[in-house]
């Protein structure tokens, strides 16, 4: 059994030694734990804070990846209808709904949002392993639905989305108080 190893920010590392499944999920779980993190201690002003000339915000990306959590997890490969959160909401003819409606939200609401978008993509990821959904494939909606993507390729993909995005979440805290670091 390994130890999980915690930095000065509260964030699990990767473990160095582990198998596919164990390491795609603790890459994972370190990127998800740095949003975290890049968010902990604001309040509305702070979330609503735009990066000029873009107007992102870390209150968008909170909502942004609670939708792209429940999307790829619940939806893509849990093939389970979005959660109510997202019922209603129409992407195609708004597709920056979640960064525009966010800096309206409470921070309390955005945060458990996106923590409920969390566990409920861990439960889906915990189900289908324990399916031997490993080999799983789900539709990926580009391409109308027609291409076929691997629990495998979800995974490294929002290790990807996360990374990506806390790129920009660096940014974003810089500019609210001057916080920084990796």
């Given at each position: 059994?390994?130890?999980?190893?915690?930095?000065?920010?509260?964030?699990?590392?990767?473990?160095?030694?582990?198998?596919?499944?164990?390491?795609?999920?603790?890459?994972?779980?370190?990127q998800r734990a740095t949003l975290e993190w890049?968010?902990?201690?604001?309040?509305?002003?702070?979330?609503?804070?735009?990066?000029?000339?873009?107007?992102?915000?870390?209150?968008?990306?909170?909502?942004?990846?609670?939708?792209?959590?429940?999307?790829?997890?619940?939806?893509?490969?849990?093939?389970?209808?979005?959660?109510?959160?997202?019922?209603?909401?129409?992407?195609?003819?708004?597709?920056?709904?979640?960064?525009?409606?966010?800096?309206?939200?409470?921070?309390?609401?955005?945060?458990?949002?996106?923590?409920?978008?969390?566990?409920?993509?861990?439960?889906?990821?915990?189900?289908?392993?324990?399916?031997?959904?490993?080999?799983?494939?789900?539709?990926?909606?580009?391409?109308?639905?027609?291409?076929?993507?691997?629990?495998?390729?979800?995974?490294?993909?929002?290790?990807?989305?996360?990374?990506?995005?806390?790129?920009?979440?660096?940014?974003?805290?810089?500019?609210?108080?001057?916080?920084?670091?990796?």
């Amino acid at each position: 059994m390994s130890t999980i190893v915690v930095d000065e920010h509260g964030r699990p590392e990767p473990p160095l030694a582990a198998g596919e499944v164990e390491t795609l999920l603790g890459f994972l779980d370190f990127q998800r734990a740095t949003l975290e993190w890049k968010t902990r201690g604001l309040g509305a002003d702070g979330l609503r804070h735009p990066l000029h000339p873009t107007g992102m915000t870390l209150a968008g990306l909170l909502k942004h990846l609670a939708w792209v959590e429940d999307h790829w997890f619940t939806h893509t490969a849990g093939r389970a209808p979005m959660p109510d959160a997202w019922r209603g909401v129409d992407r195609a003819a708004d597709p920056d709904w979640e960064w525009r409606t966010a800096v309206e939200d409470d921070p309390a609401d955005l945060r458990r949002g996106w923590e409920e978008a969390v566990a409920r993509s861990r439960a889906s990821v915990a189900r289908l392993l324990a399916e031997d959904g490993a080999g799983l494939v789900g539709a990926h909606p580009a391409w109308g639905g027609r291409a076929q993507v691997s629990l495998r390729w979800i995974l490294v993909h929002m290790v990807e989305e996360y990374a990506r995005h806390n790129g920009h979440a660096d940014l974003l805290r810089e500019a609210v108080d001057g916080g920084t670091g990796e």
